[in-house]
Nanobody, 120 residues
């Protein structure tokens, strides 16, 4: 497993933007598949986005955030970002960074989470 530290959450008005960051520490000799999940109050934890670890780093998104959120990674590092634009109140949640050494399946490392609140 690897340790993950998120940052960048906060309060933003509807239509605004935020950028979340996540840095992995520990096993730095492995390149990880990384992503984001979120959990809104009273709801289950849901997939948001992921970015693969090799090649051209293809990325995948939940339908609810596609075309508004962009996941990216810093070249050669286990650091990922989630640029969130046109935020909506329903995006309010705790956002968790995740990582896996595998190419498919679940994620075995989770961060502590960062709160994102979208409200006027």
């Amino acid at each position: 497993q690897v340790q993950l530290a998120e940052s960048g959450g906060g309060l933003v008005q509807p239509g605004g933007s935020l950028r979340l960051s996540c840095e992995a520490s520990g096993r730095t000799d492995i390149r990880y598949r990384m992503g984001w999940f979120r959990q809104a109050p009273g709801k289950e934890r849901d997939f948001v986005a992921e970015i693969r670890r090799t090649g051209i780093n293809p990325s995948y998104y939940a339908a609810s955030v596609k075309d508004r959120f962009t996941i990216s990674r810093e070249s050669g590092k286990n650091t990922v970002y989630l640029q969130m634009n046109n935020l909506k109140p329903e995006d309010t949640a705790i956002y968790y960074c995740v990582a896996s050494a595998g190419d498919y399946g679940g994620f075995d490392s989770w961060g502590q989470g960062t709160q994102v609140t979208v409200s006027s």
